[in-house]
């Protein structure tokens, strides 16, 4: 039964990609290769995934600080940490700013962004201080109370009058487009929850079970297809390029007739705050204990500031940027997350096999 603590970051990172603007760069190249990527994405994210994490199945109880420490030179393993650290850190950075342009556009236009960042950022610094165990428990918490809403938010969409069979029929007239490397990267983004072990392992002080681990490509791709399709079925193939916050204004569209409330984006809003919190808490947790392990200092107090410098670097970008310019980030960490998830698989393979 612990062994259901491996799946929640995978699902996480799957609630996530419409706030991380998978949605918005698939449908963009919808004619140019989007069906392949998707399919490339459910075959070979889950293959990275199967080995990554049956490799540091042979580390119970030890993130990647305490197994590189063991067998790489301090300067490798120090470049390796700070990098996947500011990675997450970034990824979390970006996710808390698209977050608070929703917030302040569809929850409260007439409140400041600078206020918005603040108390987003003062929520996650906190939460991302937490013990690893904690955030994991937290986890199961807030996904046991809200997966019911998205089922119930996905079956509202199919049901919608406004819903075209037809217009997704037309993109599978490019089912075959060979996709680029960019669609590619942002569609494995659904997979790359198991990236977290390394430093979500030292969690799993046991052998993590693999006889379950079928419900990654079934749910990654009942994910992918559906965030891909759902907007395109209800705003049609050509004007769905016309939304920035794709998924909002999907989710706008469709309403409750004798709901509480009749809006279903107010259900999704709040989904989101509580998944858009915890992606960002497991973020800056995963990205300060890597950033932190390259230093002699690891008290308490150190990560707190760790987690302060970015919750400052945080709050200045956000100030400075434009939901586009947020976009384009995106688009170039979706790159560098796939050459890194890439090479730190080859890595963890020749070190599991060493090991064996």
Same mark, same amino acid.
């Given at each position: 039964?612990?062994?259901?603590?491996?799946?929640?970051?995978?699902?996480?990172?799957?609630?996530?990609?419409?706030?991380?603007?998978?949605?918005?760069?698939?449908?963009?190249?919808?004619?140019?290769?989007?069906?392949?990527?998707?399919?490339?994405?459910?075959?070979? $994210?889950? @293959?990275?995934?199967?080995?990554?994490?049956? @490799?540091?199945?042979?580390?119970?109880?030890?993130?990647?600080?305490?197994?590189?420490?063991?067998?790489?030179?301090?300067?490798?393993?120090?470049?390796?940490?700070? %990098?996947? $650290?500011?990675?997450?850190?970034?990824?979390?950075?970006?996710?808390?700013?698209?977050?608070?342009?929703?917030?302040?556009?569809?929850?409260?236009?007439?409140?400041?962004?600078?206020? +918005?960042?603040?108390?987003?950022?003062?929520?996650?610094?906190? !939460?991302?201080?937490?013990?690893?165990?904690?955030?994991?428990?937290?986890?199961?918490?807030?996904?046991?109370?809200?997966?019911?809403?998205?089922?119930?938010?996905?079956?509202?969409?199919?049901?919608?009058?406004?819903?075209?069979?037809?217009?997704?029929?037309?993109?599978?007239?490019?089912?075959?487009?060979?996709?680029?490397?960019? @669609?590619?990267?942002?569609?494995?983004?659904?997979?790359?929850?198991?990236?977290?072990?390394?430093?979500?392992?030292?969690?799993? @002080?046991?052998?993590?079970?693999?006889?379950?681990?079928?419900?990654?490509?079934? %749910?990654?791709?009942?994910?992918?297809?559906?965030?891909?399709?759902?907007?395109?079925?209800?705003?049609?193939?050509? !004007?769905?390029?016309?939304?920035?916050?794709?998924?909002?204004?999907?989710?706008?569209?469709?309403?409750?007739?004798?709901?509480?409330?009749?809006?279903?984006?107010?259900?999704?809003?709040?989904?989101?705050?509580?998944?858009?919190?915890?992606?960002?808490?497991?973020?800056?947790?995963?990205? %300060?204990?890597?950033?932190?392990?390259?230093?002699?200092?690891?008290?308490?107090?150190?990560?707190?500031?760790?987690?302060?410098?970015?919750?400052?670097?945080?709050?200045?970008? $956000?100030?400075?940027?434009?939901?586009?310019?947020?976009?384009?980030?995106?688009?170039?960490?979706?790159?560098?997350?796939?050459?890194?998830?890439?090479? +730190?698989?080859?890595?963890?393979?020749?070190? $599991?096999?060493?090991?064996?």
């Amino acid at each position: 039964m612990m062994n259901r603590y491996y799946f929640y970051p995978f699902i996480l990172c799957m609630l996530v990609n419409t706030i991380f603007y998978v949605p918005v760069m698939l449908v963009e190249y919808r004619f140019q290769g989007a069906w392949l990527a998707i399919l490339f994405a459910i075959v070979f $994210g889950s @293959t990275l995934a199967y080995l990554f994490t049956r @490799t540091m199945r042979q580390f119970p109880g030890q993130g990647l600080p305490e197994i590189f420490e063991q067998r790489l030179p301090v300067m490798l393993s120090s470049v390796i940490s700070f %990098t996947l $650290g500011l990675l997450w850190i970034v990824a979390g950075g970006v996710v808390l700013i698209a977050f608070s342009y929703i917030a302040k556009m569809f929850l409260n236009p007439s409140i400041p962004i600078e206020q +918005l960042l603040f108390c987003l950022i003062i929520v996650s610094c906190y !939460a991302a201080t937490r013990s690893t165990a904690a955030i994991n428990y937290l986890s199961e918490i807030i996904l046991i109370f809200i997966l019911p809403i998205v089922v119930f938010i996905l079956f509202k969409a199919l049901q919608s009058e406004t819903f075209e069979w037809n217009a997704i029929m037309v993109t599978t007239e490019y089912i075959f487009e060979i996709p680029s490397w960019n @669609t590619l990267a942002t569609a494995m983004f659904c997979f790359t929850g198991y990236m977290t072990l390394i430093v979500l392992n030292r969690f799993f @002080t046991w052998r993590i079970s693999l006889t379950h681990f079928w419900l990654v490509p079934v %749910t990654g791709a009942i994910t992918l297809v559906s965030t891909f399709l759902i907007p395109i079925g209800i705003h049609g193939t050509q !004007a769905v390029e016309n939304y920035l916050y794709l998924w909002v204004n999907t989710v706008d569209s469709l309403r409750m007739e004798f709901g509480f409330i009749e809006r279903v984006v107010f259900y999704y809003l709040m989904v989101y705050v509580a998944v858009t919190l915890l992606f960002i808490s497991m973020s800056w947790h995963i990205g %300060t204990e890597l950033v932190g392990s390259i230093f002699r200092d690891q008290s308490k107090r150190y990560r707190w500031i760790i987690v302060g410098v970015v919750g400052i670097a945080t709050w200045w970008y $956000g100030r400075l940027t434009n939901e586009k310019q947020l976009i384009m980030v995106a688009e170039q960490w979706f790159m560098v997350r796939f050459m890194m998830e890439l090479l +730190l698989v080859l890595l963890m393979l020749l070190i $599991g096999r060493r090991k064996q």
